[in-house]
């Protein structure tokens, strides 16, 4: 029985999420604002429940911890969601009436939110901040809908260009001068690739649509240009014709022919990467500043394993303002309370301790020289936070995360395949599609 | 009836209510949040005329029909080998159990790094037995995906057959052997005339179970190849999965999963008709 049992495990918590997540209520919650009064957000009384991935879970275990530390009358209380379902689980609350006050939401996903009024418009409180200017610019923009701002920033999850320090010398490179072009990314992992001894110049998770998206999109917007054009409501593909993306996917078609990256890059769907990289077997990966920190052990980092910002093909550079959003339900309880817990957050204080926590601040402010003295390498994705993206879309998931997606198989018949016009055909075409789905 | 009731009302709250309550929704539009509207029979007429599922179901029709008989023939000669109590048969049943007892995800996850070019184990084997290339990509094309994936389902689910079948065949009395010994029956006379008919109802249990495991195959997919390369090893609980919970169109994934049930429920029932046991059924 327990072939059945097995086989039947996702498919029956599907069911039953399925049925939990529309199980409750009928509509949904229609837009409220946050009160425009001096005493919102300040000194509020009682429980604020948060609910935070669990990708951020140290970061939030810290947060939390100190503020209760230190506002007697205000107390947090955090629950961890899955990543893989905390979008539904939210969904169901929300349905239910009894939402969190605030939730740290992957920034991604809150469109699909704002849309149907679901959060406190925020946009009176936020205007109030004086350092609204200084918030990552991706994170707000997935926060906003119709001129109104409906989140904050809560962290930063930035792509960056990491490269071995020491494979540059070896090469005859000089290890405090990364590439800055694509020209320059070729040319290093060529010379870094000639070492030879198991060593590439160059990899990448050729399997994983997401990492793909994270690390290649960042090089397009440097560029100027992005895969999509217009607002939410009214987005249209941007593929036929955008140079910027072509150069990018020839860069790793080239990558791909010369054999500057390991053969199993191919049928890395995500699970080992960057594995190699730590283990001092690659010369340069694009991937998150986060992931290579878990992965590495400390005395690489800086000494051996640097990173510098995701360029552009003719310089330039970028990054993808991945992470999560604060954002408060429309139904929340203790809104003020909620607020209050992250205007906090949001202070410098706070924000200066999230690289000894693994994270990156989203305040561009925050870059100090102090800053960069003590974080060098979490200095680079801060950086380029100013120049940092996330494109604001109903459907960033089927578009981009998913194997059966346009972006990845543009990307599949655009490098692994070598046809750039069938490509381009396809990825207009797929993301039309989806776009035309999303906006009807 | 006293007797029954409870057993009724569990079967009421948490089968018939929310089957009822998932056939409702598929007839509605709804979203991950916001309004629905009653859309009546949409989500099933949209269903026939949907690329992405009638791919999934064809694949999903494909992918049973290459494994369901290997699964049945492996498992009934595994049977064979350990179904007397000679030396060793305790430890041959138990390896030939053990992939089952270990679990279809964590053995997908072990495939999955064994079949990475380069450093996975099975390029290596199958390139000193001259069988495959040293970097061949298993689970980024399409047949050579299929084709790792029904060798591990066959590889996993054998196990559960046999011991299905080893119990049937313990059941079956020695009497019987014995007295066909005398007339000079042969092995395979006595396995094709008494071992055989005497296991039609554990064989009709094995099939089912493996067919409608088959109809529900998910992690394995999900884990090697999420379905890809493109979608073209999605099975249906897949795409009714990625319906739901990445495209959130909830009602029109619970039409999916309405038909599903209702094909499994249809082969199951052809199934327990063409195997029955017609002097079981005469007792």
């Known amino acids: ?440 | 009836m006293i007797l029954v009731s409870p057993a009724f009302a569990l079967v009421a709250v948490f089968v018939l209510f929310p089957l009822g309550f998932a056939v409702y929704i598929s007839l509605t539009d709804w979203p991950l949040i916001g309004p629905y509207h009653f859309i009546g029979g949409a989500n099933y007429s949209e269903l026939i005329h949907d690329p992405g599922f009638v791919h999934s179901v064809l694949f999903t029709l494909i992918y049973t029909a290459i494994v369901t008989g290997p699964i049945l023939v492996v498992g009934y000669a595994m049977a064979v080998l350990v179904r007397a109590n000679r030396r060793g048969a305790v430890f041959f049943r138990t390896a030939f159990f053990l992939p089952f007892i270990v679990g279809l995800a964590t053995e997908s996850f072990m495939l999955l790094l064994e079949l990475q070019p380069d450093s996975g184990a099975a390029d290596y084997v199958l390139s000193k037995l001259g069988l495959a290339h040293e970097n061949t990509a298993w689970t980024v094309q399409y047949n050579l995906a299929l084709t790792a994936i029904c060798v591990f389902v066959i590889w996993f689910a054998s196990g559960l057959t046999m011991m299905i079948l080893m119990a049937g065949m313990q059941g079956i009395p020695r009497e019987l052997y014995e007295a066909s010994e005398v007339d000079g029956a042969t092995w395979w006379q006595k396995e094709r005339r008494i071992t055989l008919p005497l296991l039609r109802r554990n064989i009709a249990l094995a099939l089912i179970i493996s067919v409608i495991g088959s109809f529900l195959a998910f992690n394995q997919f999900y884990i090697l190849t999420e379905g890809g390369p493109g979608t073209s090893t999605q099975p249906v609980v897949m795409w009714i999965y990625e319906e739901a919970f990445v495209q959130y169109h909830l009602g029109y994934a619970t039409a999916g999963a309405i038909a599903l049930v209702i094909v499994v429920g249809i082969i199951s029932a052809a199934q327990f008709y063409l195997l029955r046991d017609d002097r079981a059924v005469k007792r």
């Open chain 1, 1 to 440: 029985m327990k072939l059945l049992l097995n086989r039947q495990v996702l498919a029956g918590a599907a069911v039953v999420t399925l049925l939990s997540v529309v199980g409750c209520a009928s509509s949904g919650p229609a837009a409220s604002s946050a009160p425009s009064g001096s005493t919102f957000g300040v000194n509020a009384t009682g429980t604020v429940q948060f609910w935070a991935r669990t990708v951020s879970k140290t970061l939030a275990q810290k947060l939390v911890s100190e503020f209760n530390a230190t506002h007697k009358n205000l107390q947090v209380k955090l629950t961890l969601t899955s990543i893989n379902d905390d979008v539904t689980s939210l969904a169901t609350s929300i349905r239910a009436g009894d939402p969190p006050d605030v939730v740290g939401l992957n920034d991604i996903d809150v469109p699909a939110f704002t849309k149907t009024g679901s959060f406190l418009d925020l946009t009176s409180a936020i205007d109030k901040l004086p350092y609204k200017q200084d918030l990552s610019p991706g994170h707000m923009g997935l926060a906003a809908y119709n001129g109104k701002q409906y989140g904050v920033p809560y962290w930063g999850d930035f792509s960056v260009l990491w490269y071995n320090k020491n494979l540059f010398k070896e090469a005859g490179l000089n290890p405090n001068d990364p590439p800055t072009t694509y020209a320059q990314i070729l040319s290093d992992a060529q010379a870094i690739n000639k070492l030879g001894h198991g060593v590439n110049g160059f990899t990448f998770a050729g399997d994983c649509q997401g990492c793909l998206g994270f690390t290649v999109q960042p090089g397009i917007w440097a560029d100027g240009s992005h895969l999509t054009n217009g607002g939410i409501s009214n987005q249209t593909a941007n593929i036929a014709g955008n140079t910027a993306l072509e150069k990018a996917l020839t860069l790793y078609r080239e990558i791909w022919t010369q054999h500057l990256a390991p053969d199993n890059d191919r049928t890395d769907d995500g699970t080992t990467w960057g594995e190699d990289f730590v283990a001092g077997k690659i010369g340069i990966m694009p991937g998150g500043y986060g992931q290579v920190v878990d992965l590495a052990k400390p005395s690489q980092l800086g000494s051996e394993l640097m990173d510098s910002p995701l360029p552009g093909s003719n310089g330039g550079y970028s990054t993808f303002d991945g992470g999560d959003d604060f954002v408060i339900p429309a139904a929340a309880k203790n809104p003020s309370g909620a607020w209050e817990f992250i205007q906090w957050v949001l202070q410098t204080a706070q924000q200066d301790q999230y690289p000894n926590l693994g994270a990156t601040p989203i305040r561009t402010d925050v870059l100090t020289p102090a800053f960069s003295a003590a974080h060098p390498l979490d200095a680079v994705p801060l950086k380029a936070l100013a120049q940092g993206y996330a494109p604001p879309t109903l459907v960033y998931d089927q578009m981009f995360n998913q194997a059966g997606g346009p972006w990845f198989q543009m990307f599949t018949t655009a490098v692994y395949d070598g046809n750039m016009t069938l490509a381009l055909q396809q990825g207009q075409s797929g993301l039309s599609r989806l776009l035309q789905q999303a906006t009807q």
